[in-house]
């Protein structure tokens, strides 16, 4: 089976060429990060072809997993992984979850490991916002302590800080324990990727991947050899923490409006039209915030099952 020159949708792509010899030879390297922190264009560069869309609006380009085709670097075959980040603006996180979750899984039950896992980081942002916190409290989960050595944080968009700028921000990820304290600690490296070439993007690579034995993640396990629920996986439960706030929320605030209601009605006021169309509107998200925790009531089983059928 010849392995497809283009990037393929992950599910197809495994079915054809699991078995390949190539790709149980090559170095897999997943690169994660939030929406916009530069991955297509790091692995366009790393590959040397524009083979993932580059997103210049704020809605996300990558809807799916993706692999880059399979290039040579220091005489060994490497592919690349494309993630979508945990901020999508057209997908549930909990659909990026269960994406990122099942493929990485079904690459490690086919015996597949990763050589290593990038984590990219816009250095150009000013201000971190909840949703790059959210995307980095994600990636501990999904990686865990334990494969930090295989990982590094590549730090992006070099070209629009001074040195200065930049050297402080990095200082303040290394050392803060909201951003990468506790990643490095364990043996993530911090790398710089300043000058957005197939030079840097390359040496980067080179030097994750002859540094040690291929690796697994947390999720891998977590989902594969301990049978955990998606729901029961660390990332899972971040999710799931997220999504119960949420929820409770939503009530609160029904609540409320039904008090707004009440009050209007004592004083005979019975305009309140806007209030229930108020709360249908809340009772609309809530119950896809409910729908969207069932969801992640699964085992790796039917999490591939869903996968292949789509449904
Ligand atoms: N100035 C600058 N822009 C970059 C750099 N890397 C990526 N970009 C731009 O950042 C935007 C998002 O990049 P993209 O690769 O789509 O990010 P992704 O969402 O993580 O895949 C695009 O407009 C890129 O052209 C960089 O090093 N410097
Ligand atoms: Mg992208």
């Not at 995307?135 to 629009?160: P, S």
């Not at 971040?238 to 609160?252: G, M, P, W």
Request: aromatic share 4%.
């Amino acid at each position: 089976m010849a392995i497809p020159a283009t990037p393929v949708e992950f599910p197809d792509f495994l079915k054809k060429v699991f078995n390949d010899i190539k790709l149980k030879n090559a170095a897999l390297v997943a690169v994660m990060g939030a929406t916009g922190s530069g991955k297509s264009t790091f692995i366009n560069k790393a590959c040397g072809r524009d083979e993932m869309t580059v997103g210049d609006s704020l809605v996300s380009c990558t809807a799916d997993i993706k692999l880059s085709s399979i290039f040579k670097l220091n005489g060994r075959d490497v592919c690349l992984i494309d993630t979508p980040g945990f901020d999508d603006t057209n997908r549930k996180d909990v659909d990026v979850l269960g994406d990122i979750a099942g493929h990485i899984a079904c690459a490690y039950k086919n015996n597949i490991k990763l050589a290593g896992v990038l984590y990219l980081h816009r250095i150009s942002d000013n201000r971190i916002t909840g949703v790059t916190k959210r995307n980095i409290k994600m990636f501990h989960n999904l990686c865990g302590y334990d494969a930090m050595k295989n990982i590094a944080v590549i730090t992006t968009r070099w070209d629009l800080v001074t040195e200065t700028e930049g050297a402080s921000r990095e200082r303040e990820i290394r050392t803060n324990p909201s951003f990468f304290k506790d990643a490095i600690t364990n043996g993530a490296g911090l790398i710089r990727h300043l000058t957005n070439t197939t030079h840097s993007a390359q040496e980067i690579l080179s030097d994750l991947i002859v540094k040690s034995e291929p690796v697994a993640l947390k999720i891998q396990k977590e989902l594969v050899d301990e049978n955990k629920n998606l729901h029961d996986t660390a990332a899972g439960a971040e999710l799931n923490r997220e999504l119960r706030e949420q929820i409770q929320k939503y009530k609160d605030e029904i609540e409320q409006i039904k008090t707004e209601m009440k009050e209007r009605q004592q004083k005979g006021d019975n305009q309140i039209a806007d209030l229930r169309e108020e709360i249908n509107d809340i009772k609309r998200q809530k119950t896809q915030a409910e729908r969207a925790r069932e969801e992640m009531r699964v085992d790796y089983q039917e999490l591939r099952r869903k996968q292949d059928t789509g449904k």
